[in-house]
Structure formats: structure tokens, C-alpha cells
């Protein structure tokens, strides 16, 4: 994610980094080249007969405008809803524990409780990017729980299943009563939820059909674009259809990166410092001693 | 489902597994053809002073745009929903199943209980797309549970039923509070909310009068493209014509297919998928010896 | 509702019942009427300097359809609501006697239970729709029952109340656990959930001032436009015409349809196969013998 | 609110009462007017080398039609919120006396509670509406608790507070157990949802720049649109300038009203209504004798 | 906030504060003399061959339009998603107090609790804002619990840990039950909901890249369309610009306050007087003697 610099209106036009301009800039100069190719044919291919006018034109740019449109909206709608569920997660791990310390203010093992729930958060994280686990795990579970975390399809589930556990032996022991019991479970399946729903984002993508046929018309429309404006611009052209063609590209580009947004690109969620302003949180509401230090953005005003 | 092939986007434009243009294609060709023809006989009919402008297609390609937009957002919707319902499954399944393993630790009859889960997920899948249950349910179920499960007219609910006397079986000899069996109640209530939402999306499409208009006007629009545009364009009338019809029946295609999601087309939900990722989390859950493999997308990227 | 026949794509272009087409043929008819006067007309009344031009069409065509695409949305969101309000009321349902059933199996008047909900779901349906409710609310309810129920201003909520009673005797009776009795009564909560909101849907509109400001912009737009068609079109401005006036009056006409969900038109909710869905479920949860046979959809494909 | 008349689709293009066109005449006349001012100084102001066209108020359309759907939903979507947050008083209200009732049979100051209920409701319409309270509630409360609500900053959550401490006495007394009065307290708990929400939707209304922005935009459109008509309709210009100032003014003038959806004009929530229904239930569910009478529609179908 | 002033119409046209008005007025005015060089210039560039036709500024326009609008749904969502958790802290502060003064009528320390109730209202409004909290804060907490939450890195959660200490004392000591202490636990857990949703938006804007491509395109559409409309309009060209630039610029310019809606600008949450509502609310709720005054609109109806 880009922490938004506060810059003149004027500055924001020139900003390079954090646009997807650096992603679709051969694209642009593709069309600025071919703009010209078509100022130079225009004498020959107007001789055959051939000739495009900017009509029909104007009804397909608006019906692409209106569906590129929609497909903005449902990939925006992916990103929100996962940075969303990432703020149930904040909310499900402070409620949890606090609720536990309130509860159980004097058990000896609080700590390990808390780290279950840190590893929760890594756990997650790591399996929506593809990292590697086992040695981030290690900083937190027991060696007996590692090995059952890492040997599960589902890690995060496993770990969810052990805080089940250490809740229900405190039950067993009596210092739980049922109804307290079965609210800190409702805490856990709150985490449960977005544990699912993060799995349903990374693995089941906006119909591929739609990235699809969109990017096929945006780029074909771009293609004939110059074709057509040649008549009335002449060499105007390759200024006017580079920014038509960076007006479509850029947004189907944009919808791209939103549609998973556990990615690290530039436009993707910062689940590293989400995790690490989780871990801050939890550790300080147990007063423990050495809190890590806060993820900053660096100087490209990102976040991973 | 297409799992997305991470591609060059110059080779996107060319992927023909997984859009609709198969669906489609031969009513592309068509218009081709149709293009062709009115440019042989435009000399003709425009002796007879038949002629059509481009001008009011621009109001009507518009007007169609945002009404396909907005049935394509209708349609759209229903997968969306019909995903979270399976999400929602996923939760509930294993929140049910934690909740039941860590109060009831040492009960003979959990792998009983799992496999009513399991069963209750294939059942739903197999109801949705109208396929033979038996055999599969036979693997999960006791034969009297199955024969009571075969002979209701709504087999999922009566798995719910089964599963919540499992429960009350538990409380009436004690190993239950009322409290615990409650909890536990709501979990089954949320795989109840799941089974009524399927139903609902399955059986209530969207009012027909929408898909028989739009389906309508487009097809018209597409047929009477050619005319309008043939004075303008003249030979390149065929490759704008069947470019803003491959626009407009592409997306009209597609909001078909995904109005019914449940299906084992392209760009249906996974639902052999997800009732695999289920069976094996539960079983996992429950530290049994037998796993079954995962399912992977055929050589295609699909999976069903 | 029309449930959706299988048809090849070409048919469906010709398809009559279930579109508004029989609805609004004679409005189309008029238009066409309309068109060729004007062209008959247009020697004389050119002569006087009036002409119309398609340009400001253009603008009033694409604004009428961006407003007429929001009440669309507003109309079909209302659809939408009433059939999950009643997805709700099969969930609730389902839910409340699986528990009932699960918590009191040796009750004798569990049948009476089952047909308390079953004439909650009926009498809904009859109050929504204005129709006669005595007769057949009097195969479920008792006598004292019907009585108390007919003489209330609201009978849905008096059939509530009643319910809500059977289970407070057994409460007092010791047969409910205060938890248990709870969890009941919270069913019963989203069954008034469920009648709230239809009544919210049935006695308020979408403001009347949308319907009346598309309806009227829509209709003069339709009158006017064969004028601005005929110096382009000349003969082909009755087809073009007829055309554009199609694609707006009929989904003005369709959401007019939509707004009300709870009639008995083509695009309307099913509620008589809602409920007797609901019926065959209760009853085989009971494991009653009689069950009734299930509604199918009339030649027509519909479904009242 | 207007209950909406069953009228032919050809009658209600001349609706007069209901629609905002009462409203907005002046400003249409106006309008007109302009226009044939226009025609008259066409000539001179030609001459001087003054010209509009229509393409560039084309582009101007369009945005400003998208921008005002998008403030038409905005507002409309503070009406259906006003209106569901009235649905789940409705709600509320019933399953809290239904709760009461049947778990307090015999309590001697069960009309007492109702009373609170209703007061609770007119307290909230008469807040909202910003009318005098005092002889209103006299009806249903206490000369103590009128003086305590009336001194409220808040009244009707000072009613609120009485009533949670009424189900609390019924606690200290030994009538209601801890988890029935945390089931009844929850009810409550749901009025505060609605009461808080109606305060937001009347204290926070859509930015204020919106309305200023698309207000400033319409009417200079409006005003300027006369001027690029008149060259290409000439003595039709007065026609279609009113009609598409129509179409957006209108809708501007709308959205206006929907925006506050509380006050007492045409396209206004019928909280009148909606109060008198409560109270009707409420009454009825506790059996009492005295039922005020149902609130009708007036001549004009409207309902405040 | 600026509070909605009840003018005529025709006043508001001219309304300058509370408008983005006086953020954009420099880029209309350099439009405006742009819009002026071009008219000077056209006769010169015209002769090198250069032109521009309003044709393919139509194509750009809507599809910048759609995406405009698209942005600003965007961002005002942020904004009343802002305004209704502030909202849910109002419902969830009087319900939580309203539960603890029933349950707890005599508790000696109530005004303590309703301190710390106030005290997390004015520390969340004081980290969203980026203000110094101490001073503010001394006024409700006690040394000690000043110095725990000025030491924390999420002062507001600290807080909701104070008050579920202060619950679990009262539990521990047999005051409330555990049933009751899960019913005020869920009430706190609600305001952590509020808690994660506000650092949710303040901390994830909308993707930067929107913010980027938008302004671009729409700066860009803005200086070069003087050059497309010049050859049309002459004379005209520097009021149709400036008209057409406002219309983009500003809802460009209103989105961007909308994004970030905790800040102070016109058209941000009045924060302030939500807090001192609260405050007000909760005091008078314990009959506390010294009430503070409502924090009113200044004379530009602004509220802070």
C-alpha cells in the first residue's frame, strides 16, 4: 500500500511511483508508435477505400467505460472486503484477550495464549502470500504445536482448534464457567470467519470471463482508436489517443492489481504492518516487557 | 472455475479456454456474414432510400450498455452470494466441529459426527446441481440415517435434523449443558441459513422478463449495427460491427452463465473444490488416519 | 415468477409470455402509428420551420437511461429483499422446529407446533396479497386460535404471540430451561424480523415521484423522438423508433412489476410454492404421513 | 408519503399532486420563458459572433446525469435506511412486549410497560420532526416520568433508561431470571440501534458540497442549454429545453426531499402512520379494550 | 460539517462557503486564462495544421465521468461507513450505561464508569485527529489509568481495558453474574468494533492509485479542452470550459475531503459535537449534577 503523500495538486500529475503507470508505460508507447505509423499510412490506406470514423467509436468507449466500470467495482469490492476482514481480525484478537485477562487475570500460561493468537495472525498472512512458515511459527508456538500446525492442510484452522483447546481444559478445570466459555468461543469463530473469508478471496477470482473480455475490447478498441481519429486530429493523434488508451489501461490495469489483494504490490494490502501493529497491541495489553518496533513506510511511502 | 493462468497481457487477447467466445462464436460469424452482405447490398437499398445513421444506435448502444451493466451486476451478485454461502459453510462447519471436539473430548461418536458434516456439505452440492446422491452419501452415512436422509423431499435439512439430535442426545444424558447445546445450536442454524440460501438462489432467478428484454434489444442493436455503420465505414464495417457485438453478446452471455452458478460450467463456482477442502479440514480436525487427496485444476486451469 | 425454460438463444428473441411485451404492445403500437404519420406529415410541418434533430435526444436518451437504470435498481433491490425475507422465514422455520423437536421429542402437541408455523407462513402470504384468510387458516389453527387470529389487526403477529405462549407453558411447566426457552424465542424473533419487513415492503413505495417523474420524461421522450428520427431515417423511422421506445418502456414497465413483489403477475414472488414448500418440510420433520404434493409450475412455466 | 394510485400509464403522465412539479414549476417557466427570449435575440447576438453548439453540452449532460444518479442514490438510500430503522421499531417493539408478556403473565403494570413502548415511538416521530412533545406523552406516561423524559436532553433515551429499569426491578424482585432480562435488555439494546440511527440520518445530512455542486451545475446547465438548442430547433427550442430541464431539475429536486426523509412533505416517511400501527399492535397484543383507529390516507393518497 | 442552511433556490447557486469553491479557485481561474491564450493563439497554431474536435472529448469525457463516479461512491462510503460507526459508539455507550446502572444501581463508583465511558469517546476523536490527548483526558481518568493509557500504543483500547477490569472486578466480587458480565463484555466488544473500524479507514485510504489516475486524467481532459472547443464556440469557449472544468474539478476535489473524513476541512465529521453529545447524553443518564453546554454551528453552519 502507498501512504499518501500530501502534495500540491499540481505535483500529484508528475507522480511516477505508486501509479500503475510504470506497469503499462510499453503499452502507452506501443500506441503512441503505432499513432504515428497511422499519421504516416494515412495517404496510402485512405486510397484503398479504407476509413474509420470517431461514431461508432463513441458508442464502444461508453459501453467499455460503463462494463471496465463495473468490474472496478468488483474488484474494489475484493479489497475492501479484505481489509475489512483483516479489522475483524483486530477486533476478534483484542476482544479475545481481553475478555481472557478480565476472566482468567491470574493464569500463569496468559502469555502462551497471546502468542496463539500473534501466530494466528502470521500464520494467515503468510498462507494468503505463499511465504514460508516454519520459521516465524517457531517464534511463537511450542515445538508440539509447530509440528501440528505445519503438518495441517489448513494451518490457521489447526491453531484455532489448539486455542479451542487451552480455553476448554481451563472449563474442564473449573475456572471457566460454561457461559464465559462459550463467549470467548464466539471470539474464536469470529476469527474462523475471516480465516474463511480470506481463503474465499485468495481462491475463488472475479469469473476469469470478465478480466477476459474486458481486456480484450479495451485493447482492441485501443488498437483502432488511432485508425479513427487520424481523419479529424491529424497530428494531434498520438497525443489524444495515448490518453484515451491511458484512461482504459490504467483502470484495467488498477482492477488487475485490486482483484487479489493479499499481493505485495503497490497497490495491495500491508498485511506485514497490519500483523506487526496486531502483535504491538497484544503484547502491550498483557504489559509484557519487549514490544517490537513499529513497521514505517519506506521511502517510496509503501507499506508491505 | 478458471483459476487464473498468470499470462503476458499481449496473450491474454488470444486465451480462448474459459471466455464465453466458444458459446458465442457462432453468432459473431453470423454478424460477419450479415456485415458482408449489407455491404454488397447497400447500393441497392439505398436506390430504395433505406438508410440508417449511426447517430440513434449512439442513444440506443448507451441505453443498452447500462441496462446490461446493470443486469450483469444482478447476475454478478448471485455468484458472489452464492460464494459466501460455501464460505459460510466452511465457517460454520468448522466452528461446529471445534466447538463440538473441545467440549466433548473423549465422546466414542465423534468420527460419526464428522462424517454427518461431510455428508451434509456433499448432499448440498449434489442437490444444487441435481445429481445422484445415494451412492456418495452411503459412504458417509449410517443406512438408516440414509434411508431417512433419501426419502425427504429437502435431504440436507434432514442431515441438519440428524446432526441435531447427535446433540440432544449429548444433553439429555448430561454431557451437555443447556448452554453448550445452544452454542452448538446456532452453529447448526448457520448451516441452516447456508442450505435456505442456496435454495433460494437455485430456484428464484432473475425475473426472466430481464434476461428476455436485454437479450432482446441486444440481438436487435447487433442485427441493425451493420446498416448504420455500412455508410460511414464501408469495408471496415465487418470489424467494428462484430467488435461492439462481441461487447454486447459476450457480456450478455456471460451474465447467464453466472446468474446460475451452481452449474459445472466455466465460470460456475468450484463447489467439487470446496466440499473437498471441507472434507479434508474436518478430518484433519479430527486426526484421522485417512485423508483424501487434494483436487487440482484439470490441464485447462479449471476446476468443477 | 416464470421459471426460466431452456431455449436456444434465437428463440429467445420471440419468446411472449412472461416479458412485458403483452403488457405494452399497444404503447408500442401507438408509436408506431405515430412514426408513420410523421412521416407522412413531414413535408407540411418542415415547411412551417419546425425540425427536430437527434442531437438533444442524445443527451435527454442517456440521462432518462441512467435515472431509469437507478430506479431499476431500487425496484429489483425491493424483489431481491422479499424473496430473502422469505428465504429467512424457511430458515427460521426450519430452525426453530428442529430445535423444538430436538429439545421436547416426547412433547404430544408437537403437531399442533408444526401447524401453528405452518399457518404463520400462509397467513403472511394471504395478508401480503389481500386474499381471504379464514378458510384456509382454519385446516391449521384452532378454533379459540382462528378466532383470537381473525379479530387482530395484524394476524401474523397474533399467531406469534400464540406461539410464544405454548412456549412459555412449558417454561413454566419445567419442561424449558430458561437458556433453552431463549434460544426459542429468538426464532420466533426472526419470524417478526420476516414480517416487518414485508410489511415494510407492501405498505411503502418506492417515493412516487420516481415513478412518476420516469414515466413522464419517458413517455414525452417516446413522442418526440419519431420527429427527431425522421429527416436521418425517413422510412426506417418506425422500426428504429419502435425499437428505442421498447428498450425504455419495457423496463419501465418491468420495474414497475418489481416494485410490488408480493402480487401475482408474471415477474412476481411465488409465494403460493414458498409456502407450500415450507408446508412439506414441517410436516416431514415431524414425520407426519400425510404430506401434500408439491406445486409445479403451469404450462407457462410459471409459478404463482 | 403518497400511497400510489392504480392509474392507466396514460393518465399518470398528468399527475399533478405527488410529483415535485408543484415545486419546481416557477423555475421550468422560467425556463421557457428564456428559451423564447432566446429565439427573439438569436439574430443580434449572432452577429456579434456569439455561438453554442450542442456536442459540448453533451459531454455536460452526461456527467452531470451520472453525478446526480449518483446523489439520487445517496439520498434515496437515506429513505430506505429512515425506513428500515422504523421496520425494526416495529420489530423491536413487538418482540419485546411478546417476550414480556409471556414471561410475566401475571404482572399487574403490564399496561404501564406498554405504554412506555408507544410513548417511546411518538417520543421519537415528535423529536425527529422537531414538534412539541409534552401533551403527546402526557397520554401514556407518568406525571414523574414526563418530567424526567421532558427534562432530557435526549428523551427518548431517558424513556429507554425507564424502561430498562422496570424489566430491572422485575430482576431484584426475583421474576426474571439473569438470562431473560439479558434477552429483554438485547431488545432494548435494538431500539437504541434505531434511535441512534435516526439521529444520525437527521443531524448528519449528505455533504453539503453535493448539493451545492449538482445544484450550481443543473441550473447553469439549465440556463445555458436555450442557447445551444435554439440554432438547430429554433421554434421548437421552448419544448425541448423544459423537457430536459425537467428530467434533471425534477430529479435535483427530488433527491432534496428524500434527503430528509422525516419532515411532512409528499415523498416524506408516513411516521404518523407508522406510530398509530405500533400502537394498534401493541394495544391488541395486550389484549386491551380501547383501540385508537387507523390513520388513512387522505383525498390526495397521501399519508404524513 | 457545514449544517444546511434553508435558502431559496436561486441563493444557493451562490454559496461560497462550505463549497469546494475556494480549494479550486485558482484552477478555474488559470483554466479560464487558458481558455482566453487559446482563442488569441487559434489563428497561429491553426495555420501549422494542429487541431482538436470535440468528438473524441466526448469518448473521454463520459468514460471519465463513469470512473469519477465511480470514486466518489468510493469515498463517500468511507464517509458515512465513518459516520455510522460513530454512530454504533453512541448505541453502544448508552446501552452498556443503561445495562450497568440497571444491573448495578448502587454501585459507588458509577460516575467513575461513566467517565471512562466518556473518556474513550474523546481519546478515539483525539488519535483519529492527531491532537494532543493528555490535558483533554486528565478531566475523566484517574492518574494512574492516565498514565497506562498515555503509554500505550493504541490509547483507546487501553481504555476499553480499564472498563472490562472494572467489570471483572464487580463479577469477581458477585455484583453481576456471569451471564450479565457477558452481556456488558459484548457491549465493550462493540465499541472495539467502532474502535478497529475508525483505525481501519484513517489508515487505508483508497488505493492511491485511483487518486492518481483520476487526477491525471481528469487535469489533462481539463487543459485540453479549450483547445477542442475553441474551433466551435470562439467566443464562448472560456465560459463553457470553466463550466465543464468545474463539474470535474470539483466532485475531483470534494472526493478527496470525503476519503479522509475524521479531519477538520468543511465537509469532514463534526466529531466535537458528536463527542459533547455523548458526554451530555451519558452524564445526564446518571442524573450527574454539572452538564456541559451543546457545542453549536458557528455562523458559517459549521460544526467542527
Same mark, same amino acid.
Given at each position: 500500500?502507498?501512504?499518501?503523500?500530501?502534495?500540491?495538486?499540481?505535483?500529484?500529475? @508528475?507522480?511516477?511511483?505508486?501509479?500503475? =503507470?510504470?506497469?503499462i508505460?510499453?503499452r502507452?508507447?506501443?500506441n &503512441?508508435?503505432?499513432?504515428?505509423?497511422?499519421?504516416?499510412? =494515412?495517404?496510402?490506406? *485512405?486510397?484503398?477505400?479504407?476509413?474509420?470514423?470517431?461514431?461508432? @467509436?463513441?458508442?464502444?468507449g461508453?459501453?467499455i467505460a460503463?462494463?471496465l466500470? @463495473?468490474?472496478?467495482?468488483?474488484?474494489? *469490492?475484493?479489497?475492501?472486503?479484505?481489509?475489512?476482514?483483516?479489522?475483524?481480525?483486530?477486533?476478534?484478537?483484542?476482544?479475545?484477550?481481553?475478555?481472557?485477562?478480565?476472566?482468567?487475570?491470574?493464569?500463569?500460561?496468559?502469555?502462551?495464549?497471546?502468542?496463539?493468537?500473534?501466530?494466528?495472525?502470521?500464520?494467515?498472512?503468510?498462507?494468503?502470500?505463499?511465504?514460508?512458515?516454519?520459521?516465524?511459527?517457531?517464534?511463537?508456538? *511450542?515445538?508440539?504445536?509447530?509440528?501440528?500446525?505445519?503438518?495441517? $492442510?489448513?494451518?490457521?484452522?489447526?491453531?484455532?482448534?489448539?486455542?479451542?483447546?487451552?480455553?476448554?481444559?481451563?472449563?474442564?478445570?473449573?475456572?471457566?464457567?460454561?457461559? =464465559?466459555?462459550?463467549?470467548?468461543?464466539?471470539?474464536?469463530?469470529?476469527? *474462523?470467519?475471516?480465516?474463511?473469508?480470506?481463503?474465499?478471496?485468495?481462491?475463488?477470482?472475479?469469473? &476469469?470471463?470478465?478480466?477476459?473480455?474486458l481486456?480484450?475490447t479495451v485493447y482492441?478498441f485501443c488498437?483502432?482508436l488511432? &485508425?479513427?481519429?487520424?481523419?479529424? =486530429?491529424?497530428?494531434?493523434?498520438?497525443?489524444?489517443?495515448?490518453l484515451i488508451s491511458y484512461t482504459f489501461i490504467s483502470l484495467d490495469a488498477?482492477?488487475? #492489481?485490486?482483484?487479489?489483494?493479499?499481493?505485495? #504490490?503497490? $497497490?495491495?494490502?500491508?498485511?506485514?504492518?497490519?500483523? $506487526?501493529?496486531? #502483535?504491538?497491541?497484544?503484547?502491550?495489553?498483557?504489559?509484557?516487557?519487549?514490544?517490537?518496533?513499529?513497521?514505517?513506510?519506506?521511502?517510496?511511502?509503501?507499506?508491505?
Amino acid at each position: 500500500m502507498i501512504v499518501r503523500p500530501q502534495q500540491h495538486w499540481l505535483r500529484l500529475i @508528475f507522480v511516477w511511483h505508486g501509479s500503475v =503507470l510504470s506497469k503499462i508505460f510499453t503499452r502507452l508507447f506501443l500506441n &503512441f508508435l503505432l499513432s504515428i505509423a497511422v499519421i504516416v499510412m =494515412l495517404p496510402w490506406y *485512405s486510397s484503398l477505400g479504407i476509413k474509420l470514423t470517431v461514431a461508432p @467509436f463513441s458508442i464502444l468507449g461508453v459501453a467499455i467505460a460503463i462494463f471496465l466500470g @463495473f468490474r472496478n467495482n468488483a474488484c474494489y *469490492s475484493r479489497y475492501v472486503e479484505a481489509r475489512q476482514l483483516w479489522g475483524q481480525l483486530m477486533i476478534a484478537s483484542r476482544s479475545l484477550f481481553r475478555e481472557v485477562k478480565n476472566t482468567l487475570p491470574d493464569d500463569p500460561h496468559l502469555s502462551e495464549f497471546v502468542r496463539l493468537q500473534i501466530a494466528f495472525a502470521h500464520c494467515l498472512r503468510m498462507t494468503l502470500r505463499k511465504q514460508p512458515q516454519a520459521d516465524q511459527l517457531a517464534r511463537y508456538l *511450542s515445538p508440539a504445536h509447530l509440528k501440528a500446525v505445519m503438518s495441517s $492442510n489448513s494451518p490457521s484452522n489447526r491453531i484455532l482448534l489448539i486455542m479451542g483447546e487451552w480455553l476448554a481444559v481451563r472449563r474442564r478445570e473449573g475456572h471457566l464457567s460454561d457461559i =464465559l466459555f462459550h463467549s470467548l468461543n464466539n471470539r474464536l469463530n469470529d476469527m *474462523s470467519v475471516v480465516l474463511a473469508g480470506c481463503e474465499r478471496i485468495a481462491n475463488t477470482p472475479v469469473p &476469469f470471463a470478465y478480466t477476459l473480455i474486458l481486456h480484450r475490447t479495451v485493447y482492441l478498441f485501443c488498437i483502432m482508436l488511432p &485508425f479513427a481519429l487520424v481523419v479529424d =486530429l491529424h497530428y494531434m493523434t498520438p497525443f489524444v489517443s495515448v490518453l484515451i488508451s491511458y484512461t482504459f489501461i490504467s483502470l484495467d490495469a488498477l482492477a488487475e #492489481e485490486l482483484e487479489e489483494p493479499f499481493g505485495t #504490490e503497490n $497497490n495491495d494490502l500491508p498485511l506485514d504492518a497490519i500483523c $506487526n501493529a496486531m #502483535e504491538i497491541d497484544l503484547l502491550q495489553m498483557n504489559d509484557e516487557p519487549e514490544i517490537p518496533a513499529r513497521v514505517l513506510p519506506d521511502r517510496h511511502y509503501q507499506l508491505t
